[in-house]
């Protein structure tokens, strides 16, 4: 199994998050430092760029929701990019792709975040096609 490798980068304003390699239980806390700090380095809008990810289980995908949840919180946003069909499918089962946004390509990541309004509550649509959410509806996630 190849180990988790990150790399951060800011661009185009954007905290840009590479994950290569598998993410399992053995990377999970080292993620979570990790992400912690490109948020505070590059700033609260923060892109996964996923294309090298091979593998990933509960606990990476656990990362990933408080990941969303502290940079939401924080006013900022959080965007999937390019996951493999094995990573896509676990967001697609546990139903994540239908709250955190999920591009195809960290460029379509990018602009979309770009043209994205500032407070998402307020969005016409979803780039998955699912409807906004609620003024002050909560979301709930499965647990990981």
């Known amino acids: 199994m190849p180990p988790l ?3 951060a980068r800011s661009q185009a304003g954007r905290a840009v998050v ?3 390699g ?3 239980i053995a990377g999970s806390d080292e993620l979570r430092r990790l992400l912690e ?8 809008h923060v892109v996964l760029d996923l294309a090298d990810l091979e593998f990933m289980d509960s606990q990476g995908l ?4 408080g990941c ?5 919180a924080a006013g900022g946003s959080l965007t999937l990019a390019g996951p493999r069909p094995v990573v896509r499918r676990a967001l ?19 602009t979309a975040q770009r043209d994205a309004a500032p407070n998402p509550s307020r969005d016409t649509g979803r780039a998955d096609g ?6 002050g509806a909560r979301h709930e996630f499965p647990r990981a």
Do not use: M, N, W
């Open 18 to 20: 590479r994950l290569r």
């Open 37 to 44: 700090a490109a948020r505070r380095e590059h700033g609260e």
């Open 68 to 72: 969303y949840k502290a940079a939401t």
């Open 92 to 110: 697609e089962i546990t139903g994540l792709h239908r709250r955190i946004p999920v591009q195809a390509t960290l460029e379509a990541a990018l």
């Open 22 to 24: 598998e993410l399992d």
């Open 130 to 135: 699912d409807p906004p959410a609620r003024p």
């Open 5 to 7: 490798e990150v790399t």
């Open 62 to 65: 656990s990362v990933i929701v």
